[in-house]
């Protein structure tokens, strides 16, 4: 009995305030923004060109490799360990600038999304002010379950405030 009696207190004030609660999924919105269309064709763009860099560097060392190999026994000692030298210092090469380029793409991503992320924010704070919303929460994070009756949708109105279809 007592349970029930501080349940309605607790409920109570829920229900005498008629709060607002609404949620989105940001994942849809983002996906049908042009910013993020540019943003991944941007990356895709960046990315090919490191590829195309990483395999000449990777065909330039192949091929020492295999002339080493061809001439190897040819060779006098000294030119045996300087091309080896080469041939590792051109391997140690290609892994510091793949590295770079993935540190550079990562980077470059990170901040495109969030710059994107912004946006959206921004476009859910307004609503939120706007429609007296208590809370909006975003439904891509997982959350596990969101009753339709008492929140109400806002993605559509998110997209419209952010110019999408």
Do not use: C
């Amino acid at each position: 009995m007592k349970k029930i009696i501080i349940l309605a207190l607790v409920l109570a004030p829920m229900t005498i305030f008629a709060q607002k609660f609404g949620h989105f999924n940001s994942i849809d919105i983002i996906q049908a923004m042009p910013e993020f269309t540019a943003a991944q064709t941007e990356l895709k763009n960046l990315g090919d060109q490191y590829q195309k860099e990483l395999q000449a560097m990777q065909d330039e060392w192949k091929r020492k490799v295999d002339n080493y190999t061809a001439m190897r026994d040819s060779m006098p000692p000294a030119v045996q360990e300087r091309r080896q030298q080469e041939i590792k210092e051109l391997g140690e090469r290609y892994q510091t600038t793949a590295e770079t380029y993935q540190e550079e793409l990562s980077k470059m991503e990170e901040t495109k999304m969030a710059e994107i992320r912004q946006k959206v924010l921004g476009a859910v704070k307004q609503i939120g002010d706007a429609g007296g919303y208590v809370y909006l929460m975003d439904v891509s994070l997982g959350i596990p379950y969101i009753s339709a009756t008492l929140s109400t949708d806002i993605t559509a109105e998110l997209k419209s405030k952010l110019g999408l279809k």
